[in-house]
């Protein structure tokens, strides 16, 4: 998904039709496959040093709620 989201951002459209909700632009596109990429990372190196599923959270949560907040109103409900 992270792969076929940057895809779709290197198109370079005016606006992209996620197929749900409104139309959005690339910036968007790239915002949401940066914020799953650097989700997936975290999870990896985690899952790697056998850290358990809650501190995981919490590592996530710390990391990229000052960036993505106030991108997305119910980020931290969607990582919790």
Same mark, same amino acid.
């Given at each position: 998904m992270i792969r076929t989201l =940057? *895809? +779709?951002a290197k198109l370079n459209s005016t606006i992209v039709l996620t197929g749900h909700g409104k139309?959005? *632009? $690339? *910036?968007s596109v790239t915002r949401y496959a940066d914020l799953f990429s650097? +989700?997936? /990372?975290? $999870? /990896?190196?985690d899952h790697e040093n056998d850290k358990k599923t809650n501190k995981t #959270? #919490? *590592?996530i949560k710390a990391k990229l709620e000052p960036k993505y907040n106030p #991108? =997305? /109103?119910i980020f931290t409900s969607e990582i919790e």
């Open positions: =940057y *895809t +779709i139309a959005t *632009t $690339v *910036t650097s +989700i997936w /990372k975290q $999870v /990896k190196v #959270l #919490l *590592t #991108l =997305y /109103k």
